[in-house]
């Protein structure tokens, strides 16, 4: 089993900024893909951002040039600094890693979710 584990979410001021984290553990081979996604009040969960093993990145176009997602390979954790926040990025903000876990004699592929961390952004 594998689990992901979120923490820096709140409540911050427009313009202001914060620090999600996710770490993942468990019965870990290795990890491929992780990244952040995010589900306002009535809407469908999207894209915030990606980051492969060898550290390639992807964003959505809302918040480029304002978040930034890095990893630290060694500790199994990815990060998503986010800058300028306005409150549109109001939302659960989720963590998915994509990869590979050792179940019994085989490796098995994961796609595993965090539980999700509230980012309120508000005056």
């Known amino acids: 089993q594998v689990q992901l584990v979120e923490s820096g979410g709140g409540l911050v001021q427009p313009g202001g900024s914060l620090r999600l984290s996710c770490a993942v553990s468990?019965?870990?081979?290795?990890?491929?893909?992780m990244g952040w996604y995010r589900q306002g009040p009535g809407k469908q969960r999207e894209l915030v951002a990606r980051?492969?093993?060898?550290?390639?990145?992807n964003y959505a176009d809302s918040v480029k040039g304002r978040f930034t997602i890095s990893r630290d390979n060694a500790k199994n954790t990815v990060y998503l600094q986010m800058n300028s926040l306005k409150t549109e990025d109001t939302a659960v903000y989720y963590c998915?890693?994509?990869?590979?876990?050792?179940?019994?004699?085989?490796?098995?592929?994961?796609?595993?979710w965090g539980q999700g961390t509230q980012v309120t952004v508000s005056s």
């Open positions: 468990g019965s870990i081979f290795s990890i491929n893909d």
């Open positions: 998915n890693a994509v990869g590979m876990e050792y179940g019994g004699r085989m490796l098995e592929r994961f796609d595993y």
């Open positions: 980051i492969t093993s060898g550290g390639s990145t």
